[in-house]
């Protein structure tokens, strides 16, 4: 992604109160004094524009999709890194309990991405087990904000040695190479979870990439705006999965691909006439 002014980069994901958007300006909107950033959101209903103001067009988006916010509104996420500390090495995964019995919810994520209560008991020994992040084999980080990884495929691969699966839904990941950067030194993994994020259109079929998901082998991306152009480069890219969940993208057919390369699981809400 080009950086521009203030760090920001154009394709970045973002949030602004409670909701999410991609940034594609930084600059200048003349007459207004100071620098603006200019969002399209997932919510097309919140926009006011479509990337332009008093004639000139800044940017680019669905009708009426556009918005200009001002910087200190934005809200670019926490790296990967920084989730895992804060759920699960700060005990933030599991609240404290006192003699009252007065638990607070916790939920799990299942297959279909649907969120069951659990209902602790010793949540005390719980905290103490997450804790010992290396330990854990499966970890959701929902709703995270993540945007980045924040190290190197070995520093994650030492954080979490032993995990197999992984839940990164709705986050503010960007790119496939954000995504990447994140499971490369996950040796272990082979179940990964990216539905609800928005990434950019893949680069050309990468080798590069292709290494940093060798090891999976079910795949989630239901809610993402895919097109079956995407769809064929997961096929290229995600060379071991034999489980793909595709449910709510924008898939019209399925066409110039070998399915009994994996199966297609849960493709409702895709197919129109």
């Known amino acids: 992604m080009e950086v521009e002014g203030g760090g920001f980069a154009i394709g970045q994901r973002c949030r602004v109160g409670e909701y999410f958007a991609t940034i594609l300006y930084v600059g200048a909107v003349p007459p207004s004094q100071g620098e603006w950033v200019g969002v399209e959101w997932d919510d097309a209903n919140r926009g006011k524009h479509s990337g332009d103001n008093d004639g000139v067009q800044y940017f680019s988006c669905k009708p009426g999709g556009g918005s200009f916010v001002r910087p200190k509104k934005i809200n670019r996420g926490v790296t990967f890194l920084e989730a895992v500390r804060q759920r699960y090495a700060d005990g933030g995964g599991v609240a404290d309990t006192d003699d009252n019995g007065d638990d607070d919810d916790m939920f799990v ?57 992984l839940d990164l839904s709705h986050n503010l ?17 082979n179940s990964l979870n990216i539905s609800e994020n928005r990434l950019a259109p893949p680069p050309d079929f990468s080798a590069g990439l292709s290494s940093g998901f060798g090891s999976l082998t079910k795949l989630f991306v239901n809610k993402m705006n895919l097109q079956w152009s995407e769809v064929q480069f997961i096929a290229a890219t995600f060379q071991a999965i034999q489980e793909l969940h595709l449910c709510q993208n924008h898939i019209k057919a399925l066409q110039g691909l070998n399915i009994n390369q994996f199966m297609v699981n849960r493709v409702g809400g895709n197919l129109h006439r």
């Open 109 to 165: 994520v299942d297959e279909a991405s649907r969120l069951t209560k659990v209902y602790m008991v010793g949540k005390d020994k719980i905290t103490e087990k997450l804790s010992q992040v290396d330990m854990l084999r499966d970890i959701s980080l929902r709703d995270m904000l993540i945007s980045s990884a924040g190290g190197d495929s070995e520093q994650i691969g030492a954080t979490l040695p032993s995990l197999k699966e």
């Open 173 to 189: 990941l960007s790119t496939w190479n954000d995504v990447a950067a994140i499971t490369t030194g996950l040796k272990k993994l």
